[in-house]
């Protein structure tokens, strides 16, 4: 695995990519903050020795190089899942390489149904903590001890140095912003009623179906994480309506302003 790391990242620096601060990876729906970096640099996943492909149709599957908030930052347009077939060391495969590149910090973004119903459609949720329900940890197999402790601390794997400049950032924004518990989900199916109520008992906000096995390899690695959910829709078991893709992708992109403004900003303090 190593080697195949290695060999990723070469190739990505013969490309010119060269010491970037910052990685960000970005969910379903919110690929525009791409417009806000001046971007030097553009690659395509499957050019890239190793990288999986982006098979879900909002996802662009690039990775681009360039500034923002004058940071050198790194930006997955596009993400995996374990729905797409992929397994969790392939999923989280770009976090590995990225950190051998040189990013110290990765925002995560994601779009996720609210749990808790004091949440808004289009409004963001700063993640605060995690429940994995994915069917496996990344870390599983063969420990990379040139990266990272076999057994990992996770009492925090989101920075909460991070967290309270977000928070500060959305208050002087007036952005509508929550904090709370991100649950990961198999998909790609979305949840029943029950798994509604389960997963309220459970002591998740919000439900989506990525981020977790990125944020366990950045931790692992020793890189500090901030992560945001957009919230697309409401899971109310009682009050259930089916799910539309188009309108979660949608309130995606109502909210995407609010998330372009809170990531640019947290950048610059970085």
């Known amino acids: 695995m190593i080697d195949k790391i290695k060999e990723a990242a070469s190739y990505i620096q013969t490309h010119g990519i060269i010491a970037p601060e910052i990685g960000i990876i970005l969910g379903t729906g919110l690929g525009n903050l791409v417009s806000q970096v001046k971007v030097d640099i553009t690659l ?18 690039k990775l681009m190089y360039g500034e923002l908030s004058g940071k050198k930052v790194l930006i997955m347009n596009g993400r995996f899942h374990y729905y797409e077939g992929y397994n969790m060391q392939e999923i989280t495969f770009p976090v590995r390489v990225m950190k051998l590149l040189g990013i110290k910090y990765l925002l995560v973004s ?27 940890n990344p870390l599983v197999g063969k420990n990379l ?55 309220k008992v459970m002591g998740a906000d919000a439900v989506g179906m990525s981020t977790v096995p990125e944020v366990i390899v950045a931790h692992h690695m020793g890189i500090k994480v901030a992560a945001v959910s957009v919230i697309t829709d409401l899971c109310d078991p009682d009050n ?13 992109g109502k909210a995407e302003r609010d998330l372009v403004l809170l990531f640019k900003e947290l950048v610059a303090t970085l």
């Open 44 to 61: 395509d996943y499957g050019d890239i020795p190793y990288f999986p492909v982006s098979t879900v149709e909002t996802h662009m599957g």
């Open 110 to 136: 994601n779009a996720a149904g609210a749990i808790n119903l004091n949440m808004q459609k289009a409004s963001l949720m700063i993640i605060d903590d995690h429940i994995n329900m994915l069917p496996g």
């Open 145 to 199: 001890d040139e990266m990272g402790p076999r057994f990992l601390d996770m009492s925090r794997p989101y920075d909460p140095a991070l967290i309270e400049i977000m928070e500060k950032i959305a208050k002087k924004n007036k952005l509508k912003v929550s904090k709370g518990v991100y649950v990961a989900w198999i998909g790609p199916s979305l949840e029943t009623r029950a798994e509604y109520r389960f997963i």
């Open 240 to 252: 259930i309506e089916p799910a539309d893709i188009n309108e979660i992708i949608a309130n995606a």
